[in-house]
């Protein structure tokens, strides 16, 4: 059940990085991350409460578990959105996780059964938040 799991999170992510320009990428994946758990909401806590992610910060990068597929996706895509974007080297790890931060709260949120988000559309607010307030 990992593997299939895991292999449909990191197509979702794969599309967003193939369908959309450089400059875009780091929209469009998260708002790919966000949608994904919004519609299979049995997925998140599934992945995330997994022993086998292995993601560790560290001072100057983000090291994970080689078999999770989908967050290596998301980091190298969001990097290379950040280097077109002319965001300096030392500071992806950091923007790295601002982003990750903000799909993965509204992810989060998504999955709660105490939250209602009226519109409904989580991919629209994902857009529109890291547009307008996530800097990178």
Not at 11 to 37: R, W
Request: net charge negative.
């Amino acid at each position: 059940m990992y593997s299939y799991v895991i292999d449909r999170f990191a197509a979702a992510l794969k599309q967003a990085v193939e369908d959309n320009p450089c400059h875009n990428v780091t929209i469009s994946m998260g708002v790919a991350y966000v949608e994904f758990f919004a519609k299979y909401p049995h997925y998140f806590n599934f992945l995330f409460d997994s022993e086998y992610l292995g993601i560790q910060i560290k001072e100057t990068e983000i090291t994970w578990n080689s078999s999770f597929t989908p967050f290596e996706i998301f980091v190298n895509g969001a990097k290379r959105g950040m280097r077109e974007l002319n965001i300096d080297e030392k500071e992806l790890r950091d923007d790295l996780l601002v982003m990750w931060a903000a799909v993965h709260g509204l992810a989060a949120m998504a999955n709660m059964k105490g939250v209602q988000y009226d519109n409904g559309d989580w991919g629209a607010l994902t857009e529109r938040i890291l547009l307008n307030k996530v800097m990178l």
